[in-house]
């Protein structure tokens, strides 16, 4: 088994700053990748970014590129998501996931391919 617990949502103006932590455990996660994901009010859940734990590896969401950096401390089992220069079309409830099986050198994108999910985060931007 495998948890995730996310934490360091709040509410934020636009144009400011704030920081995810996804606190894993239950395994060793040299092998997998992370993932945080959002859902808006009335939309479908959708990637945001990925990383793998070995080797760094990334993959963004479009809509994020230059202003969130996910990253990762091994020691720590945590994986943070870095959210700069938000906008209200940012606000929505943000999950990380753990894909288990991807292959060496793959990040996905898609929603299916990860088996664990946490509780989910509010991060609400104001105008």
């Known amino acids: 088994q495998v948890q995730l617990v996310e934490s360091g949502g709040g509410l934020v103006q636009a144009g400011g700053s704030l920081r995810l932590s996804c606190a894993a455990s239950?395994?060793?996660?040299?092998?997998?990748?992370m993932g945080w994901f959002r859902q808006a009010p009335g939309k479908e859940r959708e990637f945001v970014a990925a990383?793998?734990?070995?080797?760094?590896?990334?993959r963004y969401a479009d809509s994020v590129k230059g202003r969130f950096t996910i990253s990762r401390d091994n020691a720590k089992n945590t994986v943070y998501l870095q959210m700069n220069s938000l906008k209200p079309e940012d606000t929505a409830v943000y999950y990380c996931?753990?894909?288990?099986?991807?292959?060496?050198?793959?990040?996905?994108?898609?929603?299916?391919?990860?088996?664990?999910w946490g509780q989910g985060t509010q991060v609400t931007v104001s105008s």
């Open positions: 996931a753990a894909d288990l099986n991807a292959l060496p050198g793959f990040v996905g994108s898609s929603t299916g391919r990860y088996d664990y």
């Open positions: 990383i793998r734990w070995s080797g760094g590896n990334t």
């Open positions: 239950g395994r060793t996660f040299n092998s997998y990748v």
